[in-house]
């Protein structure tokens, strides 16, 4: 099944977009050798793929540590990197694996001055690093470029611009993550902060998220905090916070239910990234759509997950980016 939004006038280097595969999580469809094989077998038919984008939640280091998952997802890696003519693998960072962009991006603390002329007391919010290192621990081959990426990737042709991010920032901007605004709101009313920034929300973001992972690292407490976590679901349903079966409010929320997060966060966060074209993951849900961004039109895709999951056929969904963009359904 293929569902096509948008035509593109000329050619530019083809990609292959995938999200949320979560390997090292229950589930993971492609830790499969048959599934492997069989979405091989499918991107071989489609001709020759330059580049791979992989949107984050890869690696869910909330379940378990960073070398088992890794473990698990090379024979994916070594399918990629061998499908012909493939030059480039970029990996952005989505919240399940936000660990690799927060420890990385940490050593540059002290390389990186903030406005004063001091140290600065937090990692760059836009961050890129190539690491032959990881291509080599995941069998990629040498003639392939491995990159980390956080938050977006851009992809330019001409006037046009695709934005392709994980989609978790979209969470500061949803009704139902009041809770997760206190802390801004604090630093707002005390007139230290005068708008929200992509600085502000990984402020929010990397304490709860570094504690997933460390949880994630021991398995008796990963389990006794996910428990509590669905407690706390529970109650927030009792007393009817809307809330959708035991995984986050947000998960399995269309393209339209994101229209207003899209336009508050482009707005906010990257006034000056404004792109034609917004690709994101993190919802498990796949979709495309059109929002109305100030006076034009934003083209948007969700590229849905590789995650066997509750209310949710076994399916994976990719999007090929060639002469037109293109959502996939796998199988």
Known sequence: MCSKVMAMASSYPSALVLSDAHFGEDGALLEEVKVLERLYDRLEKEGRIQQVILLGDIWDLWKTDLATAVDKSRMFFRMLSA???????????????????????????????DERGGLARFP?????KESPNMRRTLEISPQVTLRFKYPFHLIRRGKETMMLTHGHQLDFFASRFWWAKTAWLARL?????????????ELRNA???ETLYLLGRVPELSERAHSFYRLFRALAKFFMISVEGSQSPRRFSTVDDNSKEIEHMLGQLYPGYIPQIFIFGHTHRAGVGKIKLGSEKLEVYNCGSWLSQEKEPLQGNFILIKQEVELHAFP
């Open 83 to 113: 499908l012909e003519g493939l030059e480039s693998i970029t990996v952005l960072c989505g919240n399940h694996d936000h660990h690799i962009y927060f420890s990385s991006s940490e050593y540059r603390f002290t390389d990186e001055k």
């Open 124 to 128: 760059s919010p836009l961050w890129e």
């Open 207 to 209: 304490p709860f998220f």
């Open 189 to 201: 009313a005390l007139k230290r902060v005068k708008g929200v920034s992509a600085l502000d929300i």
